[in-house]
């Protein structure tokens, strides 16, 4: 792919992540919120492909938008009240906020204008996600199978303290 269309790729994924995190941040309604939040992932699963990473993409995919995301709209869903009429969704702290916010933006505008990116001389692996899957089996089995038994424990705990409050 040519340069030109690679960096056309860039900020259209790019700015489609920023709309949608804006929009995360200012719709009033929660659901909105999270469907749009799904589409910030899939923004940054665009971004992992264009850095050659598609094992990264893929993982970005299944666990944030497919795992993440939907845990999210079925939390919103199975929550009563969350989208009541009565519920006051702003509060006297957005301007502070706002202010706050637009001086981190100026400083970090400010910071990247003086900054240099160095390009790397290493040439990246080929098959990087078969590398990849060959160190969690090999050197990093033990923190993979960790990671998996914590995530099965709170999965389980989830669970019974939804089976709890069921049952009240």
Known sequence: MSETLQQLAFYTDAAMIVFAALMVVTLRNIFHCALFLALGFFGIAGIFVMLHAEFLAGVQVMIYVGAIA?????AI?????VTGQDMKQTNKQSPV???IALLFVVFLLKLMAGARFATSTVAPVKDSTAFLGQLLVTRYV??????SIVLLMAMVGALLLAKEKEDE
Not at 70 to 74: Q, S
Not at 142 to 147: N, S
């Open 77 to 81: 869903m199975l929550t009563r009240g």
């Open 97 to 99: 906020a706002g202010a």
């Open 142 to 147: 033990l923190p993979f199978e960790v990671a």
């Open 70 to 74: 939907v845990l999210v709209l079925f």
